[in-house]
């Protein structure tokens, strides 16, 4: 994705970060309950939340891991989290592009992306550098619009993308599809 694009959307989350637990949280959190109840998070476990916006995801699971970490490029959508997550001291929040993330190769047993991929264009990166932090047989859980692609189409391209999809998750009662899988082979390092 150009870096044109990338500044009209961070543009877009700043400008909407006053108001976006108002009017998106009630959908992301159904989906973050979907995924909850088809994993299960140890104590042990380090997360990586791609996208994590006003912070609900990591304020939900925070409580449950060893080490959390969310990645936004909007720094206000940062600091609203910044707000909600402030006294965990298993948290940090880093003001990131998601096609280069600023971690070392197989750092995190899970990463969250939430409505992360819009464009089916653009995803190859994200994937690629979200799999690079994510250790062997990790797992991947990310939700697409489901406006942007057939079920199809997203599983046959996270498929090529090292991401082997053990659930779909396709409820009429949700706008975006809901995919679990897991890494299933060495990723190259840049």
């Not at 936004?72 to 600091?79: G, R």
């Not at 707000?83 to 070392?104: E, I, K």
């Not at 993308?161 to 840049?190: A, F, H, N, W």
Request: charged letters at 30%.
């Amino acid at each position: 994705m150009s870096g044109k694009k990338k500044r009209k959307i961070r543009f877009r989350y700043d400008s909407e970060a006053d108001g976006y637990d108002e009017l998106y949280s009630d959908e992301q959190r159904t989906k973050y309950e979907l995924a909850l109840r088809c994993i299960a998070i140890s104590r042990e476990d380090r997360i990586l939340d791609c996208g994590c916006g006003t912070g609900i995801f990591l304020e939900k699971v925070a409580g449950s891991v060893q080490f959390a970490v969310g990645v936004d490029f909007s720094p206000k959508m940062l600091h609203r989290a910044q707000l909600r997550l402030g006294q965990l001291s298993n948290v940090d929040l880093v003001c990131a592009d998601f096609d280069f993330l600023p971690f070392s190769g197989g750092t995190f047993t899970y990463v969250f992306m939430f409505t992360v991929l819009l464009a089916p264009a653009y995803w190859g990166n994200t994937i690629r550098e979200s799999l690079r932090v994510l250790r062997t047989r990790g797992t991947m859980t990310l939700s697409v619009p489901k406006r942007e692609t057939s079920s199809e189409k997203l599983l046959r391209k996270l498929r090529k993308s090292r991401l082997e999809p053990r659930e779909l998750i396709d409820r009429q009662t949700t706008v975006d599809y809901l995919v679990i899988g897991k890494r299933v082979r060495e990723c190259v390092e840049k």
